[in-house]
Every structure is written in C-alpha cells, then in structure tokens.
T-cell receptor, first 111, second 115 residues
C-alpha cells in the first residue's frame, strides 16, 4: 500500500464549477500537508501549505485536513480554464526531510 | 521569490553515457533534493542533501550519484545512462526543517531521454 493515495483522474469539469480533489494517507506521523499545481512540462509550484488539522483559504482555493480520517482535500471555487493542470498532494512528518507525494490528479476545466 | 534553476530543459543521451544534471538555487536554502517523475508513479526521491558535502539516499538511488560542493548547487550524476532512466528530473530546495522556511520549491525540470 502506498503511503499517499490520490486518484489520477482525469477530472473534467465546466468552467465555474466547484472542484474537489482528495488524498488519503496511512502514516499518522504526517503533520505538514501541501498541494502543488503542475502545468504541462513545468515543475510543481506550491499552492497551499497547512500544518496539522483544519482549513486554510487562499482566494478561490481551500485546503482541508482531517487527521482523524487521514484525509486531505483541496477545493477550487469558480474554476477557470487556467486551473487546468495536475494537482499533487504532498505531506511530511515533523523533523523529517522527505516529502511524500501523491501521484497527482489531472484536472481539465472546459470553457 | 525562490528561484531554482535547472541547467537544461531537454536532454537526449545515449545508453552508457555519463550524464550531469545541474541545479542552482538562489535563496540560501540548506536542503536540496532530486526527484524523478514518471506517469502513474508520481514524484520519487532519488537523493537529498541537507548541507554542503552531505548527501542522503532517497527511495530510488540506484544508478545515480550526487555532488554538493557549494551550498547553492546540487548535481545529479548518471554514471552510465540506461533507457529506464528516461524521465522528468526535478530539483527542489527548502530552508531549515522545522522553520517557516521549510517549504519545498521546484525547478522547471529536465526531460531526459536515453536512447
């Protein structure tokens, strides 16, 4: 079993839809949770960064962490064609160097 | 903004060649990493370094070596390239673990094809 599971998609939605992206994990020691966005033929860029449980909002993006269920989510409101990319969840334990990534979900937002 | 620069966007090499991938970061970060990214497998850590001349194996170090002679530069070396090393290679850096500067920042990647 992988430490981090993420549905690879692809996920196709119409412009303006609310998008929900999710990851599950097995290691209860993870404390730092991240979402990266990766456009085609580019490196991943950090989108959201949260510590422990709870919600974090940044513009149209909301990250949620539920440590009791070992489940994290990224919500995108009013999705735009420019949001079309691969979204990678990532997590790391306190004091650890290694960041573990999900396989990524490909998102297509149709105009 | 953090800038992580990888020397090449695309590389084509032949089987058995020695390949050098270079990475430079400009934010005085302590930690640097090399990942490879393959479809369906996500990002897998090859090697990382937490200080000059220090290196640690990641999850898939076989067939690779690294060098960190200066804080800002981290090199990945394929001693004898093989076709199964065809992949996207991503370099990343981060600040001191346990601080607010520990977020991981990536370069644009090098797409390596070994023929």
């Amino acid at each position: 079993q992988k430490e981090v599971e993420q549905d690879p998609g692809p996920l196709s939605v119409p412009e303006g839809a609310i998008v929900s992206l999710n990851c599950t994990y097995s290691n209860s020691a993870f404390q730092y949770f991240m979402w990266y966005r990766q456009y085609s033929r580019k490196g991943p860029e950090l989108l959201m960064y949260t510590y422990s449980s709870g919600n974090k909002e940044d513009g149209r993006f909301t990250a949620q962490v539920d440590k009791s269920s070992k489940y994290i989510s990224l919500f995108i409101r009013d999705s735009q064609p420019s949001d079309s990319a691969t979204y990678l969840c990532a997590m790391r334990r306190t004091g650890g160097f290694k960041t573990i990534f999900g396989a990524g979900t490909r998102l297509f937002v149709k105009a | 903004d953090v800038k992580v620069t990888q020397s090449s966007r695309y590389l084509v090499k032949r089987t058995g060649e020695k390949v050098f991938l270079e990475c430079v970061q400009d934010m005085d970060h302590e930690n640097m990493f090399w990942y490879r990214q393959d479809p369906g497998l996500g990002l897998r850590l090859i090697y990382f370094s937490y200080d000059v001349k220090m290196k640690e194996k990641g999850d898939i170090p076989e067939g690779y070596s690294v060098s960190r002679e200066k804080k800002e530069r981290f090199s990945l070396i394929l001693e004898s390239a093989s076709t199964n090393q065809t992949s996207m290679y991503l370099c990343a850096s981060s600040g001191i673990t346990g601080t607010t500067n520990e977020k991981l920042f990536f370069g644009s990647g090098t797409q390596l094809s070994v023929l």
